[in-house]
């Protein structure tokens, strides 16, 4: 098959490309560990490094999108203001030069302001929800990629129509490792229940400052002796997670998808089904897919 | 005037002890940073470095209140279920015996359970409210001790009827230090423009997972040049202080009363003035006028 496409989805912490042919399957594949974050300044030579040899480099376009457009990329893509297609983004695309590879496109990412007018932003999880789509042809739904920041994108007749970012995954690492709340946690073998636990917890009504209470929880429990020292980790992830998947959920009634690596998946499906919240994942490959998308759009890829 | 009492307000990181007179008047204090972090493993030599000079020591009973009395203190003391009175207290005291002053009481913690069952713990704060009480008269009231961790604390009827506990100020310390929203703050003077905007942004209404979205805020606001730099650890602030002021004063009609020192006490008057609460300061001394009071119920002080 024709080589056609080199995509590139490189974050903050990861580094990967695909070699597409022109049926869009891979006809090669390159990760690694090199986000943008070691990539600082060599990012030309990572970039050559990983892709340079393959077949068509140098002839064929090459799309990234993911972090390595923010102000600490290669180069600060725009954001893109919702509701926005693939056909907005195309219009936005920065581009840089590289050598060997010529000219390279980057995705830029997505604005919106919640309901008091505050800013919010993604970049990289706008191509992943497009990929989603096209993978599964829907063209509505609310899709959650967890992470250091969780990210819930809803998407109305096939736009990017919101989204919102939960501080989850860096909170809770914040919180074990610089809080009290680390101090009685022990690497023991968790039984499970302790997330449950704390999901339950967290989806609990209240206030947004109920949740500053409820962490408080993660320490009495341990204290007397009514959470196992192996679990009290678990009970602080579940708090956070079912406080996140109810304050996100709320007011909706449809399913939600999960684009994310497996274990993190299994986690989310897990507190979903503590709430009884339909929890469904994405396929494989979101990335690449909504790459092609937005080649195609914008006339780099048939 | 005779020395009647040694009181001494221990904490995690300082110390203060006052000579009471059998009028109760102050004869002397002494405050120092040793608190029991820096005092552990050598407590009876920094207590006796403190007040071991003074006029009676030896023959004047002493009373300990503070984190002395936890389980990294000197001896753990018993945590008392509420309700409960200065009467249920003394019946608790812990005892160690420190050489030249005889032995010494340590006022136990008091616990609660939340709605949920959770358990919920103060040691310190218990004697400060008992004292606020003394000094104004008041037999029903909500308490604010806000700090590292808020203890809000509900009185009827003259006994501490229930409290929650608010890690308000640690996870401040966490978010600033250990997540990304600590890259944007610079040290540029305040315009005190973000902790109003954090306050209110705090109290909105919405489930508790909703605190995970808003803190994301403290960044895109920055990002997006719509806060100062030297605005956003305030916003921070604020968001964290709205939040758990709304929360703790939900369904209650009444002003509450702050029990700080004046920075912090002033910090949480501007905050209830921004979501119009009414919030009063409360007498100084509350510590010592709880010690006599608790001291005076164990027959140790008339």
Known sequence: MKPALIGVDWGTSSFRAVLVGSDGGALARHESADGILSSAGRFAEVLAGAVGGWPGAGTVPVLMSGMIGSRQGWREADYVACPARAGDLVLRLAEVAAPMLGTVRIVPGLSTRDGAGRPDVIRGEETQVIGALALSGASDGLFVLPGTHSKWVSVEGGAIADFATYMTGEVYGALKSHTILGRLMAPAPSTGE????????????????????????????????????????????GLLIGAELRAATAGRQAAFTVIAAPALEQRYREAAGVLGLDCRPAPADCALAGQRVIARAAGLFA
Chains 1, 2 share one sequence.
């Open 194 to 237: 302790g997330f449950r636990r704390g999901v339950a917890a967290g989806a609990e009504t209240g206030g947004p400052g109920t949740l500053l209470n409820r962490l408080f929880a993660a320490r009495t429990l341990g204290l007397f002796g009514e959470l196992a020292a192996g679990d009290i980790a678990d009970y602080l992830s």
